[in-house]
């Protein structure tokens, strides 16, 4: 028969200062430490990005232009965290322009034909366009035959 294995050491709440852990007995594995659980900001807050990095993002949303002279933390804060604010407006579907030499960064939303010709770059399907406003449907319809 194998020798069962030693229990996972238990520690104890005078070991950590500030951690309340429950006594759970022989056996059961120390919960982790919650002083390494991040902060929250707001009540049920899921979000992971620094607080500074959360203004910047916020500034860029509400305002038209951010200036490198006249906001220069954000202007710091946004050139140090560009990947991440970037990559958090365009799940917005909204391009960041940032212009270092000028000292201004703005945003632009994507338009539905970038979305649409993104689309058509992906696929292998062959694409036509039929406008117009008489005979469409006709149109459509002797296309699907044929290809």
């Not at 520690?11 to 852990?21: F, K, N, W």
């Amino acid at each position: 028969m194998s020798e069962m294995p030693e229990p996972a050491e238990t520690i104890s709440s005078d070991e950590m200062p500030g951690a309340e852990m429950p006594d759970l007995g022989d056996g059961f594995v120390a919960p982790a430490p919650m002083e390494r659980d991040r902060e929250e900001y707001f009540a049920g807050d899921r979000g992971v990005l620094d607080p500074a990095v959360r203004r910047v993002l916020v500034r860029l949303l509400q305002r038209r232009v951010l200036f490198a002279d006249k906001h220069k933390e954000d202007w710091s804060v946004l050139l140090e965290n560009h990947q991440v604010i970037e990559s958090r407006l365009h799940d917005l579907f909204i391009r960041l322009i940032v212009d270092t030499e000028r000292g201004v960064a703005y945003k632009q939303q994507v338009r539905s034909e970038d979305l649409g010709r993104a689309a058509r770059a992906r696929t292998e399907a062959k694409v036509a366009a039929v406008t117009g406003s008489v005979g469409k449907t006709s149109t459509k319809e002797a296309l699907r035959s044929v290809l």
